[in-house]
């Protein structure tokens, strides 16, 4: 029978699980070379990447970093490569992880997971992003102006790093509602017309987490940080009522 006939038949042949195991290591171990492929790239730009990039809110709110460890600016570079070289083979681990899981779909499945793997990893280098170039600079910006005089502000590089990846991932994981509430509508769990009904409650609740991510008690910064997670939600909505249209909003 034909591909249109029957629109939910799996492709391929059945494996078996020692098949399984072996498409399993086979991903896993191109996901792991596509890692390595993005540390050697990380680490031949590494100077850059430190200074240019990861080190740059700091300098720019002229807040002073200081090394407290022996071997501390040595294992931040390697820390720096490594988590740097997953970011960036981001998208290919992403796409390890559908090649495995493919083959146990339905070809009705297939047509959309394929793009939430690309949705996906836009959505979260978005994120990242957003943390980068407006959540860290407004965080940082408040501590260098919130100072007592008898305190002077020398942050631990490495303490200034771990606070940058915390905030990067974190906006990054944010912006996946639009890609998890697709998932969950499509299975059933969530859809717009229950959204859309806890609308007032969804936004007490990104206000609260908009206040306890912004340290600053100004109502500019947590505002910025509100409004696109408002925005998240609509389009989540959206979404919803995209992924299960049986549901009306």
């Known amino acids: 029978m034909s591909e249109t006939a029957e629109p939910n038949a799996k492709v391929g042949h059945e494996m078996g699980f020692l098949d399984h195991l072996e498409e399993l290591r086979s991903r896993l171990f191109k996901a792991v070379v596509g890692i390595l492929?993005?540390?050697?790239?990380?680490?031949?730009?590494?100077?850059?990447?430190?200074?240019?990039i990861l080190l740059r809110p700091a300098l720019d709110a002229h807040v002073k970093l200081q090394n407290i460890e022996p071997f501390g600016q040595a294992f931040l570079y390697f820390k720096v490569i490594f988590l740097c070289g997953i970011i960036l083979a981001f998208p290919w681990v992403l796409y390890?992880?559908?090649?495995?899981?493919?083959?146990?779909?339905?070809?009705?499945?297939?047509?959309?997971?394929?793009?939430?793997?690309?949705?996906?990893?836009?959505?979260?280098?978005?994120?990242?992003?957003?943390?980068?170039?407006?959540?860290?600079?407004?965080?940082?910006?408040?501590?260098?102006?919130f100072a007592n005089p008898n305190i002077e502000n020398n942050i631990a590089?490495?303490?200034?790093?771990?606070?940058?990846?915390?905030?990067?991932?974190?906006?990054?994981?944010?912006?996946?509602?639009?890609?998890?509430?697709?998932?969950?509508?499509?299975?059933?769990?969530?859809?717009?017309?229950?959204?859309?009904?806890?609308?007032?409650?969804s936004i007490v609740v990104i206000l609260i987490l908009a206040a306890v991510i912004t340290p600053s008690p100004d109502p500019v910064s947590q505002l910025m940080v509100a409004v696109p997670l408002w925005i998240l939600f609509e389009i989540s909505v959206v979404i919803a009522r995209f992924a299960n249209p049986k549901t009306k909003a």
């Open 37 to 52: 492929i993005g540390c050697v790239i990380v680490g031949f730009y590494g100077d850059e990447v430190m200074n240019v």
């Open 96 to 145: 390890q992880v559908w090649g495995f899981v493919a083959p146990g779909l339905y070809m009705t499945e297939r047509k959309w997971a394929g793009r939430i793997t690309v949705i996906t990893s836009l959505c979260f280098l978005a994120g990242v992003a957003f943390g980068y170039f407006l959540l860290v600079p407004s965080m940082m910006s408040y501590v260098s102006q």
């Open 157 to 201: 590089v490495g303490n200034y790093f771990s606070f940058l990846v915390n905030m990067l991932l974190a906006s990054g994981l944010i912006f996946e509602l639009p890609m998890v509430t697709f998932v969950l509508a499509r299975v059933g769990v969530v859809s717009a017309k229950l959204m859309s009904t806890y609308r007032r409650h």
